[in-house]
C-alpha cells in the first residue's frame, strides 16, 4: 500500500505561478513510478507528468515547457510547479503512483495508468482565471 497527500492548490490568474506538493509514505520501492494527473468536471483524466528513478521525466504536450516535476527519494516527496498557468489547467491534480511495466521499462510507458491503475491520493484543486 502506498498513501499520498496533496497539498498546494489555489486559486491564481492566467499567467501565473503555482507549486503542489505531494508526501509519499508506505510500502514505496522502484518498481512505482511516481506522477500526476489531474481531471475537470465533466472531462477525463488526463496525465500530466511522471517521473523516473533517475530523474527523468515525460509531460503531456499540453504542459511541456510550462509544467516541471521533481522528486526528492529522500524525503519521499513529489513536487509540481506550474508556470504560465491558463483557464483550461483548472482541474483536480492527483498525486498517482504506478506500477512499472516490468522491471527494464522506463517510467514513461507507465504516463497512462497513472490513476488507471496503482494508487492516488485525494487530490488538491487548481482553478486558473482568465
Known amino acids: 500500500q502506498v498513501q499520498l497527500v496533496e497539498s498546494g492548490g489555489d486559486s491564481v490568474h492566467a499567467g501565473g505561478s503555482l507549486s503542489l506538493f505531494c508526501v509519499v509514505s508506505g510500502d514505496t520501492n522502484s518498481n512505482y513510478c511516481m506522477g500526476w494527473y489531474r481531471q475537470a468536471p465533466g472531462k477525463e483524466r488526463e496525465g500530466v507528468a511522471i517521473?523516473?528513478?533517475?530523474?527523468?521525466?515525460t509531460y503531456a504536450s499540453s504542459v511541456k515547457g510550462r509544467f516541471t516535476i521533481s522528486q526528492d527519494n529522500t524525503k519521499n516527496t513529489l513536487d509540481l510547479r506550474m508556470n504560465t498557468l491558463k483557464p483550461e489547467d483548472t482541474a483536480m491534480y492527483y498525486c498517482?503512483?504506478?506500477?512499472?511495466?516490468?522491471?527494464?521499462?522506463?517510467?514513461?510507458?507507465?504516463?497512462?495508468?497513472?490513476?488507471?491503475?496503482?494508487?492516488w491520493g485525494q487530490g488538491t484543486q487548481v482553478s486558473v482565471s482568465s
Open positions: 498517482a503512483a504506478t506500477f512499472r511495466l516490468h522491471p527494464r521499462a522506463t517510467c514513461a510507458a507507465s504516463f497512462e495508468s497513472l490513476g488507471v491503475l496503482g494508487y
Open positions: 517521473i523516473d528513478n533517475d530523474g527523468s521525466a
